[in-house]
């Protein structure tokens, strides 16, 4: 019997590219999407073997809605990505409260949204899969992302500690840190760009966001190779918990371990004797 896969933000960029892709290698596909007639546009229409469903993320209701369908229409849920998110550029002093909320409501609790209404499915089952799309901003710091920067962070920590959780019912967790891909996050649609406010930031500001748009449709990822290979995970009997995605996130990703380890062994001697000594009392 084929998979079911539960794909999130499937009307354009990756998430559509996973949906084609699965669709392609026989999988059962719930695609889904803020707008469902562009998500049934862009995969071809009607299918046997698909079940395009609206889907905000922001909002529990829609994911526990979707997720009934799904289960009406395929009796089961094998594998979900979380994949739909967007990008808050800027410097942290000209990106506004709202809009950095904005970023975590959609980043963060957005999947949590879809993953809290689809594991007590997977729990039943004693089987699943949950992959979830961070970035390597998610482990790498970076200047004019500190709003999405945060947003992975936080996805990341959510993930890896989730997969204790889940361990026992046989549903397994990846965590996956693209670099850049030629994906639509560039895209004015996905992008919010900051309006200079700060004399300070300004020509930065107009600089960097210059340089970005640049990038958009430049990136050196196939995003179409990455689907594929984020259902080779999918169908891994032990898949990867974490998986570095793109040659240049590899290269930062080892980079950053690299400078943890140093930064912890030049804590050693400050921070490596801070025990409570019941003899100094």
């Given at each position: 019997?084929?998979?079911?896969?539960?794909?999130?933000?499937?009307?354009?960029?990756?998430?559509?590219?996973?949906?084609?892709?699965?669709?392609?290698?026989?999988?059962?596909?719930?695609?889904?999407?803020?707008?469902?007639?562009?998500?049934?546009?862009?995969?071809?229409?009607?299918?046997?073997?698909?079940?395009?469903?609206?889907?905000?993320?922001?909002?529990?209701?829609?994911?526990?809605?979707?997720?009934?369908?799904?289960?009406?229409?395929?009796?089961?849920?094998?594998?979900?990505?979380?994949?739909?998110?967007?990008?808050?550029?800027?410097?942290?002093?000209?990106?506004?409260?709202?809009?950095?909320?904005?970023?975590?409501?959609?980043?963060?609790?957005?999947?949590?949204?879809?993953?809290?209404?689809?594991?007590?499915?997977?729990?039943?089952?004693?089987?699943?899969?949950?992959?979830?799309?961070?970035?390597?901003?998610?482990?790498?710091?970076?200047?004019?992302?500190?709003?999405?920067?945060?947003?992975?962070?936080?996805?990341?920590?959510?993930?890896?500690?989730?997969?204790?959780?889940?361990?026992?019912?046989?549903?397994?967790?990846?965590?996956?840190?693209?670099?850049?891909?030629?994906?639509?996050?560039?895209?004015?649609?996905?992008?919010?760009?900051?309006?200079?406010?700060?004399?300070?930031?300004?020509?930065?500001?107009?600089?960097?966001?210059?340089?970005?748009?640049?990038?958009?449709?430049?990136?050196?990822?196939?995003?179409?190779?990455?689907?594929?290979?984020?259902?080779?995970?999918?169908?891994?009997?032990?898949?990867?918990?974490?998986?570095?995605?793109?040659?240049?996130?590899?290269?930062?990703?080892?980079?950053?371990?690299q400078e943890l380890l140093a930064q912890a062994e030049a804590s050693v001697e400050l921070g490596g004797n801070l025990a409570y000594?019941?003899?100094?009392?």
């Amino acid at each position: 019997m084929s998979k079911v896969i539960f794909v999130t933000g499937a009307g354009r960029g990756l998430g559509t590219d996973i949906g084609r892709e699965a669709l392609a290698t026989g999988y059962q596909v719930v695609a889904t999407g803020r707008r469902p007639e562009e998500v049934e546009k862009t995969l071809g229409g009607p299918q046997d073997n698909l079940l395009v469903t609206k889907l905000d993320v922001t909002i529990l209701e829609d994911a526990e809605a979707a997720a009934r369908v799904a289960v009406d229409r395929f009796g089961r849920i094998d594998v979900l990505v979380n994949n739909a998110g967007n990008f808050f550029a800027g410097y942290f002093e000209e990106i506004t409260p709202a809009q950095m909320r904005q970023q975590i409501e959609t980043n963060l609790f957005g999947p949590m949204n879809v993953t809290r209404a689809i594991l007590p499915i997977m729990r039943e089952q004693r089987a699943g899969h949950i992959i979830t799309l961070s970035s390597s901003a998610g482990i790498i710091g970076q200047e004019f992302c500190v709003a999405y920067a945060a947003s992975k962070f936080a996805v990341e920590g959510w993930m890896e500690s989730l997969r204790y959780d889940v361990e026992p019912y046989n549903i397994h967790t990846t965590i996956v840190e693209p670099g850049f891909f030629r994906t639509e996050l560039l895209v004015d649609a996905s992008t919010t760009w900051p309006e200079p406010t700060i004399d300070d930031y300004a020509e930065r500001t107009t600089a960097t966001i210059e340089a970005w748009k640049s990038m958009n449709g430049q990136q050196t990822g196939d995003p179409v190779k990455l689907a594929r290979a984020l259902l080779t995970i999918a169908d891994q009997e032990k898949p990867l918990q974490r998986f570095v995605a793109g040659a240049d996130a590899i290269d930062g990703v080892k980079a950053k371990a690299q400078e943890l380890l140093a930064q912890a062994e030049a804590s050693v001697e400050l921070g490596g004797n801070l025990a409570y000594n019941d003899t100094d009392a």
